[in-house]
């Protein structure tokens, strides 16, 4: 998760890599940093066992033990008390980010959802945002259906508005490289000459 002020990024949910912060498909997000020599020893794994138990078993796909794949997950939710718990801990931890985010700007004007589940869940968005009356979400469950397209989401009253915009990570990751690569300034010099 990201939190920008005047379209300027002031803090995000991911360190040092992306393990940290919010919970993902795979990755557990943030932890007790005792829990990695406790872990160690429990499951007799070196430094780069528990890095691959981190990073590609845990998450959505180790707490619900069915999927990594949120539809899977929600599907699966009724009848499975683990994956129900995926889901509550992946919406708890979204719910206390933006609410640390609010604390830290002094306020909230917008919030985006973004990227597999962000732009595509419609049950997600709606369990996030039932959370989130007390900083004066109202979201419109008519327009929160809405799939992969920019819109927005919330109901005309709520004091924030919600925002559902697709994102194209790759395409900007090129763009970025491309740039700070300098191949850009290159490319346009060959075409001039
Ligand atoms: N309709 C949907 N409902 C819920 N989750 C979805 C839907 N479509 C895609 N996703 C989720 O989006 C994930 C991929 O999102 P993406 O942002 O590309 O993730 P990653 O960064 O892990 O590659 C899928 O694994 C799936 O969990
Ligand atoms: C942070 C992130 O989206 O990582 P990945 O695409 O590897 O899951
Ligand atoms: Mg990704």
């Known amino acids: 998760m990201t939190a920008f002020d005047n379209g300027k990024v002031i803090d995000t949910s991911m360190g040092f890599t992306p393990e940290a912060g919010l919970t993902m498909s795979t990755r557990a997000g943030d932890l007790d940093a005792s829990l990695f020599p406790y872990l160690m020893k429990k499951l007799n794994v070196d430094a780069d066992g528990l890095n691959d138990i981190l990073n590609e078993k845990s998450g959505l796909l180790g707490i619900s033990g069915v999927s990594p794949d949120m539809r899977d997950v929600l599907a699966a939710r009724d009848t499975n008390p683990r994956a129900q718990l995926a889901v509550d801990m992946f919406v708890n931890r979204i719910v206390r980010y933006i609410g640390s ?9 917008t ?35 809405v799939v992969g397209k920019e819109r927005i989401i919330s109901q005309p009253a709520s004091k924030v508005k ?32």
């Open 111 to 145: 919030i985006v959802f973004t990227a597999g589940v962000g732009e595509n869940s419609a049950p997600i968005r709606k369990l996030v945002c039932a959370k989130l009356g007390a900083l004066g979400v109202k979201l419109d469950s008519v327009k929160n259906e």
């Open 162 to 193: 919600v925002m559902v915009v697709p994102t194209n990570e790759e395409l900007m990751i090129a763009k970025d490289a491309f740039q700070k690569s300098h191949l850009e300034k290159r490319v346009r010099v060959a075409l001039q000459a």
């Open 101 to 109: 985010y609010a604390a830290e700007m002094q306020g909230l004007d």
